[in-house]
């Protein structure tokens, strides 16, 4: 769910500094073979099992990421999933979501720094 609100968040930056020098890259490498250190519960863990099958190298992630880093992309918005670009309209970034989720994160970051 955290990448959904990411991707959203991702939309409003681009309206509100798309004329900026900062682009906003949302970028999916898929499931990525890391650590996967920790404790877990049987279904967790079962789950983990099953991610370590298909997981990518993170040799493999890498060159799709330092391309973007290299020649970044000149629109506001962009997204990919490992190296195939994916549309950035509305379809999957709606701007009335995006704009509801940019005044609550707002509305939430006054009340924790109300001096800012």
Not at 26 to 43: I, K, M, R, V, Y
């Amino acid at each position: 769910m955290t990448g959904r609100l990411n991707d959203l968040l991702g939309v409003t930056f681009a309206e509100r500094h798309g004329e900026g020098p900062v682009r906003y890259v949302l970028f999916h490498p898929g499931t990525t073979a890391t650590s996967f250190a920790g404790e877990f519960d049987a279904p967790t863990a079962a789950f983990i099992a099953q991610q370590k099958l298909t997981a990518k190298p993170a040799a493999e992630v890498a060159p799709p990421i330092l391309r973007l880093l290299d020649d970044p992309p000149g629109a506001p918005l962009s997204a990919f999933n490992l190296s195939t670009e994916l549309p950035s309209g509305e379809a999957l970034f709606p701007p009335g979501p995006a704009a509801r989720l940019a005044d609550v994160t707002t509305d939430l970051l006054k009340v924790l720094h109300p001096d800012r």
